[in-house]
């Protein structure tokens, strides 16, 4: 189970069976985090008489580990392209998986290098998509999905409009990693970006979500991605997406899960 990626109240429930389990039952948990200590959620599980066991996971072994990933996921990513992709994404482990599995579904079949990561990954600084994105996610639902559909007529590719919200949402969850102690220019470096105002308009953005729920925003954006990729209509996938970036978790669409052998 990926905890990490729970909303709060399914980690709730899940913490109060962990505090009682049933008996001579087996349950398996997983869960993803930058911290260097255990989630709280392992607090319940070994209250209850759990076992909990830390991976912890080197920054120079995060090529390796992405090279690794990429393999279980069929997608022939070589060495320099692992690095880019690094580079581009970050050291958190569970965006680096999410981040291979787009990869594996946008280049099926074909090698990856640094070219194909940063044709996949490269932040987009189309206006239109960047008001998209400033509208929805503070909560002005209505004028992001007025400038969605204005880009949709305009017959913008919805990959690369989707692209501009994969790359806004990566840099909010870098940034609600960021110390808060830190400088202004310092900690826009460390989250990776150019200007000061660009952290505190992100910290902002940031602030209305809980880390569980970016993380599940950000698997919103993966499965949109699949869902596109898969001939879905953009006009059917991304305005839940972007209502769901405003706050309107329910009018996130439902994907059926995908079975990989």
């Given at each position: 189970?990926?905890?990490?990626?729970?909303?709060?109240?399914?980690?709730?429930?899940?913490?109060?069976?962990?505090?009682?389990?049933?008996?001579?039952?087996?349950?398996?948990?997983?869960?993803?985090?930058?911290?260097?200590?255990p989630?709280?959620?392992?607090?319940?599980?070994?209250?209850?008489?759990?076992?909990?066991?830390?991976?912890?996971?080197?920054?120079?072994?995060?090529?390796?580990?992405?090279?690794?990933?990429?393999?279980?996921?069929?997608?022939?990513?070589?060495?320099?392209?692992?690095?880019?992709?690094?580079?581009?994404?970050?050291?958190?482990?569970?965006?680096?998986?999410?981040?291979?599995?787009?990869?594996?579904?946008?280049?099926?079949?074909?090698a990856?290098?640094?070219?194909?990561?940063?044709?996949?990954?490269?932040?987009?600084?189309?206006?239109?998509?960047?008001?998209?994105?400033d509208q929805?996610?503070?909560?002005?639902?209505?004028?992001?999905?007025?400038?969605?559909?204005?880009?949709?007529?305009?017959?913008?590719?919805?990959?690369?409009?989707?692209?501009?919200?994969?790359?806004?949402v990566?840099?909010?969850?870098?940034?609600?990693?960021?110390?808060?102690?830190?400088?202004?220019?310092?900690?826009?470096?460390?989250?990776?970006?150019?200007?000061?105002?660009?952290?505190?308009?992100?910290?902002?953005?940031?602030?209305?979500?809980?880390?569980?729920?970016?993380?599940?925003?950000?698997?919103?954006?993966?499965?949109?991605?699949?869902?596109?990729?898969?001939?879905?209509?953009?006009?059917?996938?991304?305005?839940?997406?972007v209502?769901?970036?405003?706050?309107d978790?329910?009018?996130?669409?439902?994907?059926?899960?995908?079975?990989?052998?």
């Amino acid at each position: 189970t990926g905890c990490h990626g729970l909303s709060p109240a399914g980690l709730s429930e899940l913490k109060d069976y962990a505090l009682s389990p049933t008996p001579d039952a087996f349950c398996a948990l997983t869960h993803v985090g930058k911290g260097k200590n255990p989630p709280p959620l392992a607090k319940a599980v070994q209250a209850g008489g759990g076992t909990v066991t830390q991976v912890a996971l080197r920054r120079q072994d995060l090529t390796g580990w992405v090279m690794e990933r990429a393999k279980v996921r069929h997608a022939r990513l070589n060495p320099a392209g692992a690095a880019e992709l690094v580079s581009r994404v970050g050291t958190a482990a569970a965006e680096l998986d999410q981040a291979v599995e787009q990869l594996a579904g946008a280049f099926a079949g074909t090698a990856i290098g640094p070219e194909q990561v940063k044709a996949q990954f490269e932040g987009l600084g189309e206006q239109q998509v960047w008001d998209l994105c400033d509208q929805a996610l503070t909560g002005r639902s209505g004028q992001a999905l007025v400038t969605l559909r204005a880009l949709l007529e305009g017959k913008a590719d919805p990959l690369l409009i989707l692209g501009g919200i994969a790359s806004r949402v990566r840099d909010l969850i870098r940034v609600r990693s960021v110390p808060e102690g830190l400088p202004p220019a310092a900690a826009a470096k460390a989250a990776g970006l150019r200007f000061d105002w660009q952290l505190r308009r992100y910290r902002e953005q940031a602030g209305r979500f809980s880390s569980a729920e970016l993380t599940w925003l950000h698997g919103q954006v993966v499965e949109a991605d699949h869902a596109l990729k898969g001939l879905a209509p953009g006009d059917v996938v991304l305005p839940p997406l972007v209502a769901a970036l405003a706050g309107d978790r329910d009018a996130a669409l439902e994907y059926p899960e995908r079975v990989t052998r």
